[in-house]
């Protein structure tokens, strides 16, 4: 079983639309969450951290469920630019190398 | 502002050369790390630096060696390149560890050996 897991999509989604992805991590003692975006051919780049209370940037909505070991992603209000792949990231536990370890990624596309 | 850069952007080898990654960071990070993607594998760590004259094994360290130069670069090195190395490699740097879960990438070197 991979550590990280996602559905690796495609999502095809019209603009305006509401989409959410998740997660499923498979170490119970991981510590942090993040999302990272990567554009086609391009360096993944850090889009958000998950907090246990969930958090949220703009049209970005993040949250963490320890007990089912899941984290989701919501972009609402879908716009083009949000085509990307989005990789779930999860920190090792305190006893480990404390490596991330990356999922391999939701393909997401936005159509007009 | 050039951040992480990675040299050669491109490059094909034949099974059994060897060549090296170039990396160097300009933001005084301390951690250093390489990563390979495959397709439907995500991310991998190669090998990691956590700082200036240490460097440690990640998830997929056979067939490559690394040298932490100084603080600014990190290089990968293949010594009998394999099919199987066939990827594409990042580099990326961390202030400090992953605590922050922040990573500064490159922009990638695609590597394609026949």
């Known amino acids: 079983r991979k550590e990280v897991e996602q559905d690796p999509g495609p999502f095809n989604v019209p603009e305006g639309a509401t989409v959410a992805f998740n997660c499923t991590y498979s170490?119970?003692?991981?510590?942090?969450f993040f999302w990272y975006r990567q554009d086609c051919r391009k360096e993944p780049k850090l889009l958000m951290s998950?907090?246990?209370s969930g958090n949220e940037d703009g049209r970005f909505t993040a949250q963490l469920n320890r007990a089912s070991q899941y984290i989701s992603l919501l972009i609402r209000d879908s716009k083009l630019s949000d085509s990307a792949t989005y990789l779930c990231?999860?920190?090792?536990?305190?006893?480990?190398?404390?490596?991330?370890?990356f999922g391999s990624g939701t393909r997401l596309q936005v159509q007009p | 502002n050039a951040g992480v850069t990675q040299t050669p952007k491109f490059q094909v080898l034949k099974t059994g050369q060897s060549m090296t990654l170039q990396c160097a960071q300009d933001?005084?990070?301390?951690?250093m790390y390489w990563y390979r993607q495959d397709p439907g594998m995500g991310l991998r760590l190669i090998y990691y630096?956590?700082?200036?004259?240490?460097?440690d094994k990640g998830e997929v360290p056979n067939g490559y060696n690394v040298s932490r130069l100084n603080k600014r670069e990190f290089s990968l090195r293949l010594e009998s390149a394999a099919p199987s190395q066939t990827s594409v490699y990042f580099c990326?740097?961390?202030?400090?560890?992953?605590?922050?879960?922040?990573?500064?990438f490159g922009e990638g070197s695609r590597l394609t050996v026949l």
């Open positions: 170490n119970s003692a991981s510590q942090s």
């Open positions: 998950v907090y246990s």
């Open positions: 990231v999860v920190r090792g536990p305190a006893t480990g190398r404390r490596a991330l370890t």
């Open positions: 990326a740097s961390s202030l400090q560890g992953t605590n922050t879960g922040e990573l500064f």
């Open positions: 933001m005084n990070h301390n951690s």
């Open positions: 630096s956590a700082s200036e004259g240490t460097t």
